[in-house]
């Protein structure tokens, strides 16, 4: 399995711009996770998704940030329009509801800087 | 809300050595899952063990094993033979199993974290 996919792997942007962050889940896996880590706070969960349909979004930020599920095999996580203070790596993660002991798989980070 | 605390910012070993990381949690429920996660410099997360609390024995994967006391509410990372490649941030996190949990509670609880060195 190639695991949980994401892109770009690094991104830097002007403040100001649309930023959008890409994920493949594992297949056939029905939660997907969007979590953002910054050294200030550490791992936060930002939103996540059951079989394609948002369940908690508390997490996100602010209005800028937006997420989107079309399918089961893929996420975007949208920020529009980006500012400094968003820089941060944003992993995309997820899990089988049935398997695995309930683990959470990583993809491995979308590292974002906004200058 | 449930919290995991990581009381160790910095950990180094030797190579070949033993280190065990701490990790303690709150809680008060009794059905619930912990796990330790590696993130070395490239940043991706790599499940190194999971637990679940209804376990007695202690979770063991090659090289790495838990101490899961239940009762103090620890679970402490024990990695034996210490190689250069351990060299890494490892995460603590915590997640309830109650099925009528809601949201977020649901999912993963990350504690701030602890890098470890291993000197050669």
């Known amino acids: 399995d190639a695991g949980v996919i994401q892109s770009p792997r690094h991104e830097v942007t002007e403040m100001g711009q649309e930023v959008t962050l890409r994920c493949k889940p594992i297949?056939?896996?029905?939660?997907l996770f969007w979590y953002r880590q910054t050294m200030m706070r550490g791992l936060e969960l930002l939103i996540y998704?059951?079989?394609?349909?948002?369940?908690?979004d508390s997490g996100m930020p602010e209005d800028r940030f937006s997420a989107k599920m079309p399918n089961a095999s893929f996420s975007t996580l949208k920020i529009q329009p980006s500012e400094p203070r968003d820089s941060a790596v944003y992993f995309c993660?997820?899990?089988?509801?049935?398997?695995?002991?309930?683990?959470?798989?990583f993809g491995e980070g979308s590292w974002l800087t906004v200058v | 809300a449930q919290t995991v605390t990581q009381s160790q910012p910095e950990m180094s070993v030797q190579e070949a050595e033993t280190v065990t990381l701490s990790c303690t949690y709150d809680?008060?429920?009794?059905?619930?899952?912990l796990f330790w996660y590696k993130q070395p410099p490239s940043r991706q997360m790599i499940l190194v063990i999971r637990?679940?609390?209804?376990?007695?024995q202690n979770a063991t994967e090659n090289r790495f094993s838990v101490n899961f006391q239940k009762a103090a509410k620890s679970f402490s990372l024990k990695i034996s033979d210490s190689q250069l490649g351990d060299a890494a941030m490892y995460f603590c996190a915590y997640r309830s199993a109650r099925a009528y949990s809601s949201g977020s509670a649901r999912q993963l609880t990350f504690g701030s974290g602890t890098q470890l060195t291993v000197l050669p």
């Open positions: 297949s056939g896996h029905d939660y």
């Open positions: 809680t008060s429920e009794s059905d619930y899952y």
């Open positions: 637990q679940e609390a209804y376990k007695q």
């Open positions: 998704f059951n079989n394609n349909v948002p369940i908690d």
């Open positions: 993660a997820s899990r089988f509801d049935r398997l695995s002991g309930n683990t959470i798989y």
